[in-house]
């Protein structure tokens, strides 16, 4: 199994551009979810997904979109990129809305 | 609001043991979980509390005090691999998690 992964790894946006980034899992997990990681600041949920067709905003959605159309696939898209956004994303997912969840690799986004 | 606080920095020697603490205050509590993440690279999953008490894994041990509010991690026979940030989350009623910023672990020969 490869778990959680991500593409790209790394990604530097201009102003204003758009882009999407992919996340898959091939564990069959129901819940899916979106972080962003800034530095000296804990983890902050994006947007979720509790199984396909499902999604909802989680603390800090505005600026990104998020769609579940397979249980496997769970993009991120970010629309007019601000340097707001410069950030390491972080998609995870766990079988269970209790139990652990697992992280892909991430992916750095620089927006300059 | 909801928050966890978790030190910052920690410096520990190689073969010592080391504490790290959390404290939480959150819109309920369905678990605490404890991540390690090293730089660059994804968390992966440590431990797990619901109930008060001390879980045991090897050579990490968390605890976990609901009435306090507080946790800790406690990692013995410090190896130089365990040199990384540590990071403390909470599950609230939504079973959404809430991170703490991590403590850096910095583990000197």
């Known amino acids: 199994n490869a778990g959680v992964t991500q593409t790209p790894k790394f990604r530097i946006l201009k102003i204003g551009q758009s882009m999407t980034l992919q996340c898959t899992q091939d564990m069959n997990h129901n819940y899916m979810y979106w972080y962003r990681q800034d530095p000296g600041m804990g983890l902050k949920l994006i947007y979720y997904?509790?199984?396909?067709?499902?999604?909802d905003k989680g603390e800090v959605p505005n600026g990104y979109n998020v769609s579940r159309s397979t249980t496997e696939d769970f993009p991120l898209r970010l629309e007019l990129a601000a340097p707001s956004q410069t950030s390491v994303y972080f998609c995870a997912s766990n079988r269970a809305e209790q139990e652990t969840q697992y992280f892909g690799p991430g992916t750095r986004l620089l927006v300059l | 609001g909801q928050n966890i606080d978790q030190p910052t920095e920690m410096t520990a020697t190689e073969g010592a043991i080391v504490q790290i603490n959390c404290t939480y205050q959150t819109s309920g509590f369905n678990g605490l979980f404890w991540y390690q993440q090293h730089a660059g690279e994804a968390p992966t999953f440590l431990s797990y509390?619901?109930l008060d008490g001390l879980e045991e894994k090897g050579r990490f041990s968390s605890f976990l005090s609901r009435s306090k509010g507080y946790s800790y991690l406690l990692l013995k026979e410090l190896q130089m691999k365990d040199s990384a940030s540590y990071l403390c989350a909470v599950m609230d009623s939504n079973y959404q998690l809430i991170w703490g910023a991590g403590t850096k672990l910095i583990i000197k020969p």
């Open positions: 509390n619901v």
């Open positions: 997904s509790v199984g396909a067709g499902i999604t």
